[in-house]
């Protein structure tokens, strides 16, 4: 069955560090995955694609089907950051194309 | 890519009633999707709507419980029926961008729902 996990609930970490929210996906086809974004009292946006394999914010994310992973990374955390972050995986197993939302990772950048 | 409304934004409702959720896009939209998050959680399909047919249901989820018409291409409702505390959430509407062909979509700004 398709399941999207991403492990923690919450993450916390200092301003420069470094940040990695982990996402595992279990498919039987071949995965397209999105990162989304919530910032605090704004909607439900778009992050990344792994298709365009893009940079925004500063984040990255790599799909390694090895090891069934999308996680998403950047560098040197910002406060501005600091939001809910959800993994989204594509799933075609029914009529209609549908997203399947992992739980969320709440980001924490703290000074 | 498209702006999406919803309405209300917010509402408390007593329990055994019904609310009308509104959700209207700026541009033409053949996928549209109503989604339920409740608090601490993240998002549960609902069901999927497109133009001119039945909406689609996911387990779980019932017609009876929460009705969704789709008259034309850029708007969409979804009716909570019979309300009780366990309704209580966030409901958002979200459409596919067809245009990229990547099935990334784009989320309403949620209604906000207590039942009293």
């Known amino acids: 069955a398709q399941r999207v996990t991403q492990p923690e609930k919450l993450l916390s970490v200092f301003k420069g560090a470094p940040v990695e929210l982990k996402c595992n996906y279990s498919?039987?086809?071949?995965?397209?995955l999105f990162w989304y974004v919530q910032y605090s009292r704004q909607r439900l946006q778009l992050l990344l694609r792994h298709i365009s394999r893009e940079s925004i914010k500063g984040f990255t994310a790599d799909l390694n089907k090895g090891e069934t992973s999308f996680h998403l990374k950047k560098p040197f955390a910002q406060e501005e950051d600091s939001a809910m972050y959800y993994c989204?995986?594509?799933?075609?197993?029914?009529?209609?194309?549908?997203?399947?939302f992992g739980t969320g990772t709440r980001l924490q950048v703290t000074l | 890519s498209a702006v999406i409304s919803q309405k209300p934004s917010r509402d408390i409702c007593q329990r055994g009633t019904s609310l009308t959720i509104q959700c209207q896009v700026d541009?033409?939209?053949?996928?549209m999707f109503w989604y339920r998050q409740q608090p601490g959680q993240s998002l549960t399909l609902i069901a999927t709507?497109?133009?001119?047919?039945?909406?689609?249901?996911e387990s779980g989820f019932v017609i009876d419980k929460f009705p969704i018409s789709r008259p034309n291409l850029t708007f969409s409702t979804l009716t909570v029926s019979n309300m009780s505390p366990e309704d209580s959430s966030i409901y958002l509407c979200s459409v596919e961008d067809v245009r990229t062909s990547s099935y990334e979509q784009y989320f309403g700004p949620g209604t906000r729902l207590t039942v009293t």
């Open positions: 541009s033409q939209v053949t996928m």
């Open positions: 989204a995986l594509v799933d075609h197993t029914g009529t209609a194309s549908k997203l399947t």
């Open positions: 709507a497109n133009q001119g047919s039945e909406a689609t249901y």
């Open positions: 498919y039987s086809g071949s995965p397209e």
